[in-house]
């Protein structure tokens, strides 16, 4: 499904690059983030998976959902939001329903 397809109904607050993506799996595990993986980074009590949003890019996801914006290199889309485990149910509901 395209990123801008999945986007739709959500509320963003920012998106840095482009939706015009495919996403074929959503994740919040950074270890199974790949090529078409969709990264829902968020912040738990004792890990911020934010600072693994370089690991994912560099194993090839395109996108990843952050709750703030992040210093990244590569080629990948931020979509910054309020609250990135609420938005990775959405999705998730959106993507394989």
Known sequence: MN?????KKIRVKNVIGTLDIQV???TTDSRTAKEG???VAS???TVDSHKFCQNVVDQGCGIVVVNRELELKGNVTQVVVPDTLRVASLLAHELYE
Do not use: C, V
């Not at 990123?3 to 986007?7: I, P, V």
């Open 24 to 26: 074929d799996d959503i």
């Open 3 to 7: 990123a801008s397809a999945l986007f």
């Open 43 to 45: 912040k738990g009590y």
């Open 37 to 39: 993986s969709l990264f």
